[in-house]
């Protein structure tokens, strides 16, 4: 298998012709011929408004920018394969068509991957931008340094709910091939599939410096394929719905079977840590809709922390803005995300 680029950039592509623009502007990489950008139109409304604007985009681009129209909507699971299929680079990094790269920090990642070409799967830093001013901005560190581990469960445990967030999600193209699967094409979690698989079997590695920027300023449009109809509702967030947290548990019950594991449980406990945004993503309905929210999310098993219980009661009596202030200053202060 040849690799005709270093670094493919991996666009899935739905009905957002401006953004899809932002983001293609902010690849600012040195080394041109280094880089290709694939794209998979995934048969939107507005797909001739994205043709147009991607074309208009190669006219005056120096990177080699290819792309393709699915013949239907794949939608997102389906819509990741088809990407790792069309591209040819040694290493592929996936980003949302409605995010961007920060910018001079693409040069500096592909720097750190060839400095560090042993690890197939690479867990990265990223920065969250809630809206226009500069405070409006969460860094996710994940540990104090760079690390590195060997093949086996631990990077998998550490990795899985890490890597929900597409943007910046980076895997070798050999190790994304070896493990394609049609099996989970309702899930909108294929990448943690795949991180799974790949940190059992080869080297992984968390990277410290972020490159990616997600931007929080559009709607979110799951649920407009055939395999995600019923499940998501387009328009809707999906960090709360009660599918999209079962189908987080069935892949590590689906990994657990397939290796002989016991690890699903730990994933879920994990899960249970860090669950506050999935807490509080219905407060601003209410107490009435928050309080039938937490017993929805309780039945599904996601109370199995103390600290569920301590977002509940801080929301409930504070809100979500005093809350959300509390988390993010602890981790500017500490630099990174907290180990619970």
């Not at 790792?84 to 680079?89: I, M, N, T």
């Not at 493990?179 to 309702?186: G, M």
């Amino acid at each position: 298998m040849e690799d005709k680029f270093f670094l493919s950039i991996c666009i899935p592509s739905y009905n957002r012709p401006d953004t899809i623009v932002r983001l293609l502007k902010s690849i600012d990489v040195s080394k041109p011929e280094e880089v290709e950008v694939v794209i998979c139109e995934d048969n939107s409304p507005k797909r001739e408004e994205i043709r147009e604007a991607v074309a208009v985009f190669k006219e005056h681009a120096s990177l080699q920018v290819n792309y393709f129209e699915n013949p239907e909507n794949f939608g997102f699971d389906k819509n990741w394969r088809e990407l790792s299929l069309k591209a040819s680079g040694k290493y592929l990094l996936y980003m949302g068509d409605d995010d961007g790269f920060i910018p001079g920090q693409l040069d500096v990642f592909i720097d750190w991957l060839k400095q560090h070409p042993e690890p197939c799967y690479i867990l990265r830093s990223y920065i969250r931008r809630y809206g226009p001013k500069e405070g409006d901005v969460e860094y996710f560190r994940y540990y104090d340094g760079d690390k590195f581990f060997e093949p086996g469960t631990d990077a998998y445990k550490a990795f899985f709910m890490k890597s929900i967030s597409m943007s910046g999600y980076t895997v070798k193209r050999s190790s994304s091939l070896e493990f394609l699967t049609d099996e989970i094409n309702d899930t909108l979690l294929y990448q943690l599939y795949l991180l799974a698989e790949v940190c059992l079997k080869y080297p992984s590695a968390y990277c410290n410096t972020p490159c990616a920027m997600l931007i929080s300023d559009q709607v979110q449009l799951f649920g407009n394929s055939k395999a995600e109809k019923g499940i998501f509702t387009p328009g809707q967030g999906v960090g709360t719905n009660l599918n999209f947290i079962k189908a987080y548990f069935r892949i590590a019950e689906y990994i657990d079977e397939k290796h002989g594991l016991n690890i699903a449980q730990k994933i879920k406990n994990e899960y249970s840590k860090y669950s506050y945004y999935t807490i509080a993503g219905k407060r601003k309905y209410g107490v009435k809709v928050f309080n039938e929210h937490v017993k929805q999310l309780r039945s599904i098993g996601l109370d199995s922390s103390v600290y569920f219980d301590i977002y509940y009661v801080g929301l409930l009596l504070f809100g979500v803005a005093p809350c959300t202030w509390l988390i993010r200053t602890i981790k500017r202060i500490k630099g990174r995300s907290l180990h619970l």
